[in-house]
């Protein structure tokens, strides 16, 4: 495959020009309906006008851009086959190294900068939700190859185990997190069971019908979730008892009674923050240890080949099963999180749009990795964020970001794979130094 | 011929709907010895294997395994994984089956994985690395680096499997059965896209595993210079019944396998003869 293209000759111009004149055809096609007609209001009837100028710019932009777009593409292609491709030496492990520990330092230096930025620490907050979840299920999709469509579903139950717990209970936070921990994962095992045959397309269809099943549950069985109005005023998590109020109740303190400061509303977002970092960092060393176990190997070997596993003597149920669990109760850890810092939650927040996301956060971050993830949750949180001057074009940005990535890079953003053991330690660790 | 049975199976059937695979099948396969099972294709030889290592649930009959350590084992009543986890027999695939991301030491500790699954207990003793599971950890190296070095692959260890040429790919596959410990190992056309060179180096593979490790071997086989210098037994199938057994000696020269594979008229010429 790649030999063919090293070996095409280089383009002519004519070639680049009748490249380029069919994409400014294409242009031309689909801007007549989007540039060249437009609704205006005369007199309160909508009357369409022509924008044959606007249609022009339109197509001969598409034209030169293509034109040049090639000619660059051209111009990389043929520095890259000049480049001899000798004793290229694979970086890649000590490069994700560096990453990954710079984008830790960044993520906990992050609130001492804006530490008065209520917008970009809450943002930050939410990109650290995505990369939990993210995390979670990873170990499903990425490392144990089963596609899940319902992943929201895990993430609604350890909300809605939190904010019943506390409304029927008075149960905390810290008291509330590994119950519903434990409560998604035994949906998860639940899920589990009757999809244990199939795999694939069938397997998607099958989890996303679930994550329905949970959010449509949580709609209609008013008695239980409060239906659509969902339930309200659930507590903040404490600092070992200490709350972030300004006014605390009579013979208790506060976070700042406490530590003598003087109360300021971002105490509680800073602390929200850094919370979300632990339960994610742990989150990752979890998973990352769990990959290197006999689980999390046998994981890996399951969605390579299913029936080698089986001649290998390994119980697939128990790892399959093992997966959905895992994965699921790091979902509801998430949604506790969740729960706790929204203070409100209803069926409206664990649509199958929040499951797509995450999958997608997933598939582009590069199945398995680890930091991949980080990335993705990144760019699939903060894009539509920077790009709100755009008003309407958001979304359409965003798409043609996600287009191009899965182009350029189509197996992830960090596709490569580091192996769980290596025979000689010595070289591997001499390679790191 | 005065050695031990290790495997017997008796009066095997396999129906798939109205097409009877094996029919009325017995075989006996002696302890530490090589057994091929050699046949036109089509002849229901990969359908036996599936029933013998629990990929199958035979129709009727029964596969009784003398293990050394457990005593006699049912096979034809456990499922796939119990049949390489508790019996110890292990299979490898015609088409071959490796975990291809994985790296050559990962497929074969991947193998091990019930042992190792056991010393992590739940994967709490993994998660915190105590000694108990760093030992097994040890241990389960020491095992793969052992068959490793026995079949050449140590300088190739962590090399993602699937990147490697087939030659090599079918001897990760064996490798990493060898890992199962296995008292029976079966081999679904181990020779199958092999150069003669990489066949004569199997053949001596395969000799050396059963005269040294006293390993037993089941064969499917088509290419007769692994067949004919290796097996101590060989059994003939054809349309799902055994038509003939016998030594490599007997079997050359028996006129029922003739038949089988070069026809007897020019009627049946066609399918025997691509088989041969």
Known sequence: MSAVIIARHARTPAERFKDAAWVGFVALLLGIPMVGLTTVDQGGALTVQTRFGMLGAFVGASFVGRFIFRW???????RRAAKPAVAKVDRTPQAI??????????????????????????TATTVLIYVMLGWGLNVVVGLAGLLDLGYVAFYAVGAYTYALLFSHFGWTFWEALPVAGAMAATFGILLGYPILRLRGDYLAIVTLG???????ILVNWTELSNGPNGIGSIPRPTLFGLPFDRNPTEGTQSFATFFGLEFSGMHRIIFLYYLILVLALLTNVFVSR???????RAWEALREDEIACKAMGMNVTNVKLSAFAIGAMLGGFAGVFFAARQGFISPESFTFTESATILAIVVLGGMGSQLGVVLAALVLVLLPELGRNFSEYRMLLFGTAMVLIMVWKPSGLLASREPTIRLNKATAAGGQS | ?????????????MRFGGLTAIDDLSVSVPAGKITAIIGPNGAGKTTFFNCLTGFYKPTTGSVRLVHPKKGEMRLETMTGHRVARDAQVVRTFQ????FPKMTVLEN???AQHNFLQDASRFSIAGIFRLPGYRKAEAEALKTAAHWLHRLGLTDIADVAAGDLPYGTQRRIEIARALCVDPVLLCLDEPAAGLNPRESAELNTLLLSLCREEGIAILLIEHDMSVVMNVSDHICVLNYGRK??????????????????YLGEDDEETASGGIAA
């Open chain 1, 290 to 296: 769990l990959r290197k176990l006999p689980v999390g």
């Open chain 1, 97 to 122: 190294k560096v990453i990954g520990w710079a984008v830790l330092g960044a993520s906990i230096a992050l609130p001492i900068a804006f530490s008065e930025n209520r917008y970009v620490i809450d």
């Open chain 2, 95 to 98: 088409n071959i089956r490796l």
């Open chain 2, 243 to 260: 038509i003939a057994e016998g030594t490599p000696e007997e079997i050359r020269n028996d006129p029922q396998v003739i038949k089988a």
């Open chain 2, 1 to 13: 011929m005065s050695t031990a049975t290790l495997l017997s199976v008796e009066n095997l059937t």
């Open chain 1, 210 to 216: 679930f994550g329905e099943i949970i959010r449509v």
């Open chain 2, 108 to 110: 074969l500790i991947v």
């Open chain 1, 72 to 78: 660059i593409m051209d111009q990389v292609r043929n």
